[in-house]
């Protein structure tokens, strides 16, 4: 009856659950069409999370998910020298690795997944919170067009936030440089509103109160 949503990916995923966060936008907009599945792990980058790829999403998932979100990178963009940090070749090996897992596995169809990109940072007030990073805008945007290549070589939705949140870097989207303020969580609510809005029902799967009399 109600469509399931599999949301994964890293802080930005598990914060988009606050207040404001675009996790939560769109579970409000949606309370009464969709089940929404959070599984945002803050700090992991793609090598962690497909190591525990079968404790996030179960070989035999307790709910069969119709739709999902798929947003990693921005931690593996992260300077060599840090724990971060997953080299370009083995992140689009990773994530090709983790789009099977949720399409050949979970039985997600490639036109019900979408994939994000890293977004760009603002670098001045990133190397303040998180100094010596390594995070460079020149950095995300070669991990975004990686994101893209496989997205499109699945044959899956994609959304090039690099690019997007670059046409409006002078608004201010972030808390820290990296992580979204309310602007910049509601740019990526816009998005994933646009992806779902196509792929449900108009009509209630329950009537509404007014049609019960």
Excluded at 3 to 27: C, E, F, H, M, Y
Excluded at 145 to 157: G, I, P, W, Y
Aim: hydrophobic content about 35%; overall charge negative; some cysteine.
């Amino acid at each position: 009856m109600y469509k399931r949503v599999l949301l994964l990916g890293d802080s930005q995923t598990q914060r988009g659950a606050a207040p404001q966060g675009w996790v939560n936008l769109i579970a409000d907009k949606y309370c009464r069409r969709l089940d929404i599945t959070n599984r945002g792990l803050s700090g992991y980058n793609t090598r962690w999370y497909l190591e525990r790829i079968c404790d996030i999403v179960p070989a035999v998932p307790a709910y069969h998910y119709d739709l999902g979100v798929l947003w990693l990178g921005n931690n593996d963009t992260v300077g060599e020298g840090c724990v971060q940090h997953v080299p370009q070749r083995e992140y689009s090996r990773n994530l090709t690795l983790i789009v099977s897992k949720l399409v050949d596995c979970i039985g997600i169809q490639p036109s019900n997944l979408l994939i994000l990109t890293p977004t760009c940072v603002d670098e001045v007030m990133l190397d303040k919170v998180f100094p010596n990073s390594g995070r460079t805008n020149e950095r995300m945007r070669e991990y975004a067009d990686l994101t893209l290549d496989v997205a499109r070589d699945r044959k899956c939705e994609h959304a090039d936030l690099y690019s997007l949140f670059s046409k409006h870097t002078g608004k201010g989207l972030f808390t820290d440089g990296l992580h979204l303020n309310t602007e910049g969580n509601g740019l990526v609510a816009q998005v994933v509103d646009n992806f779902l809005s196509h792929r449900i029902e108009g009509t209630l799967p329950l009537p509404d109160w007014k049609d019960l009399s």
